[in-house]
């Protein structure tokens, strides 16, 4: 799921739907018309008509639908309100389980903390540090938040 | 395939109808100089003109335009990051492209013959006592060959030009991106490629024997309708050939070198 926004303004909400699972034999209708009802999208709305919060629960409901082992979110809480972050990451949450993995790029530490299970920082193409969410924090007696800022301040 | 050009024809759901309709509004322009005559004879020709030459450009420049923008803007992740590859991706806008081309030819032929039944309605018969002349100087079958083979080679060879286009805009979305001149370096390819279609064309009607079967044709005209089938298939043969390989290249590059 990349940053930016990418469906086309002429195409609706359903468009946007009908066109993944014409391409993608894991995506699933069924599960994209819940998502995007629980994500107050209107099917029949134009990509063009919704607000930047509304495409990025847009652009999660497409990646969520498909039955994928790994998900790769880039930001997905950017440019996102408050109240949108909330039903974007219960989604994140729900849709995660045994059999698949879910590999989030963020920069909002303070959101995203609550539901890493593994956290890795990049700095200039290396791998600073890796590990699971827990013993990263048992490890350096801090948060994930606090450890980020030692790390990327310096 | 058939979903990749759902989806292009999903993408021109208001182009198509607003082209069909402005070539419409031309031909009726056309008309009307021509139920007028004399002077506004001009008119007719001019817009005629502007109908042939803007309905078959247009095709081109929308499918150019369309692949500009998913190589450009972000809307292109949508169809590259489908599960398709390059060359279904890039064969699908060229089948589309050379629909576009046989529904504009269609049009343009239809509006031809819409002129030429007002033409002899208003003008004492001008359309068909030219047709007529110029029958019984060559022979209907003749005639009739030539027209066809006109169309059909017009319309290849824009699809072929198309191809080219599309391959110039990849070769510089692949290859020469971070040049700032790109687009004169697209651009000369085109022009590069577009002349050189046609000289192969010519050297191959030749290789064949067209300047004997020319002068042949001179002394002798009972094989004209058989030397007509016979370039038309070494020129169609040219064109197709042609547009198969700037398609299959341009699918390679689409596929394996192209950064959104």
């Known amino acids: 799921m990349p940053t930016e926004p990418y469906f086309p303004g002429f195409m609706s909400v359903k468009q946007v739907g009908a066109f993944h699972a014409d391409f993608f034999a894991d995506f699933s209708t069924d599960a994209f018309k819940r998502l995007a009802e629980r994500m107050e999208l209107s099917m029949d709305m134009k990509v063009s008509q919704l607000s930047s919060g509304m495409e990025a629960k847009l652009k999660l409901a497409v990646a969520a639908s498909r039955d994928a082992k790994l998900l790769m979110l880039d930001e997905p809480l950017n440019g996102v309100d408050l109240l949108a972050r909330d039903v974007i990451l219960s989604a994140i949450i729900e849709r995660a389980d045994e059999n698949n993995t879910i590999l989030i790029s963020s920069h909002l530490i303070d959101v995203m903390e609550r539901v890493l299970d593994e956290v890795i920082f990049l700095k200039r193409g290396r791998v600073v540090l890796q590990g699971e969410a827990e013993a990263v924090r048992a490890r350096h007696g801090k948060s994930i938040v606090d450890l980020y800022r030692e790390v990327y301040a310096s | ?260």
């Open chain 2, 1 to 260: 395939m058939m979903k990749l050009l759902k989806y292009e024809l999903q993408r021109r759901r208001t182009l198509l109808p607003g082209a069909a309709i402005g070539m419409l509004f031309i031909e009726g322009a056309a008309l009307y100089g021509i139920y007028r005559g004399g002077n506004w004879n001009t008119l007719a020709i001019a817009m005629t003109m502007l109908l042939a030459v803007g309905g078959l450009l247009l095709p081109m420049l929308d499918a150019v335009t369309k692949l500009y923008a998913d190589y450009k803007q972000k809307q292109g992740y949508l169809l590259f990051l489908t599960p398709q590859g390059g060359y279904r991706i890039l064969l699908a806008k060229t089948v589309f492209g050379a629909l576009e081309i046989a529904a504009s030819m269609l049009l343009i032929c239809g509006c031809l013959a819409l002129s030429a039944a007002l033409l002899d309605r208003f003008q004492y018969g001008a359309a068909t006592a030219l047709l007529s002349s110029v029958g019984a100087q060559m022979g209907d079958a003749l005639t009739t060959g030539m027209l066809f083979t006109f169309v059909g080679l017009a319309a290849l060879q824009m699809i072929a030009q198309m191809c080219v286009a599309l391959l110039a805009v990849t070769v510089s979305r692949a290859m020469v991106q971070s040049n700032r001149y790109n687009w004169l370096i697209s651009l000369a390819m085109y022009f590069a490629l577009a002349v050189g279609i046609n000289m192969v064309n010519g050297v191959l009607l030749v290789a064949f024997g067209f300047v004997g079967d020319v002068m042949r044709l001179i002394r002798d005209e009972s094989h004209a309708l058989r030397m007509l089938g016979k370039y038309f298939a070494i020129s169609a043969g040219t064109y197709a050939v042609w547009a198969a390989a700037c398609t299959a290249v341009s699918g390679r590059l689409a596929g394996r070198s192209i950064d959104l």
